[in-house]
């Protein structure tokens, strides 16, 4: 549920808000959703085949992948501390027109988005960690599963396992659109 609702509902629901927060082009936070496969891809082969070693210990390859995948997360957020915050331009009546990231070179913008673009190697990196992390709970989930239940059980089990995949993301997008209507 957990990797569903962050990696798949809750980043992509923010990806165009980072890429107006961070001065990014749109294929650039492309590349920064497709490095979740990425980091998927790169790992996946070992993992399964390593983890799918008799004698392997599957809990503990899945227990490290979430370590990964929450260590993903936390360099995910990194950007939204370690800048400034949000300023926006305001008219001659006071009120707010838009942020400053759409134009930093207003003056009466309070500090420009200069140099936020480079995030996205944060953002990348980020997302790298969250497909490695991933990767042990996907592969080797269900086979611990099966492997761990007897046979008339096994797929009720692995039913509610798969469902998760879906019910995450779902609410991933649910929460993250609420979210967005939160000034950061």
Known sequence: FIQGFCINGLVNVVITTVEKRFSLQSTQTGIIA???DI?????MI???YLGGKLGANKPRWIAC?????GLGSFVYT???????SYTTRRDDDGE???L????????????????????????????????AGAAPLITLGTTYLDEN???ATSALYIAIFQTWFVVGPALGYVVGGQLLSVHT
Do not use: M, W
């Not at 913008?109 to 990196?125: E, K, P, Q």
């Open 34 to 36: 497709s490095s979740y």
């Open 39 to 43: 980091g998927s891809l790169i790992v």
């Open 46 to 48: 070992p993992v399964a």
């Open 65 to 69: 992948g979430l370590l990964i995948l």
């Open 78 to 84: 990194l950007p939204h501390f370690s800048t400034s």
């Open 96 to 98: 707010s027109v838009e």
């Open 100 to 131: 400053c990231g759409s134009n930093p070179t207003d003056e009466k913008c309070v500090g420009g988005t200069t140099g936020l673009s480079l995030y996205r190697f944060v953002f990348i990196l980020g997302q790298l960690l969250h497909g």
């Open 149 to 151: 239940l007897d046979k």
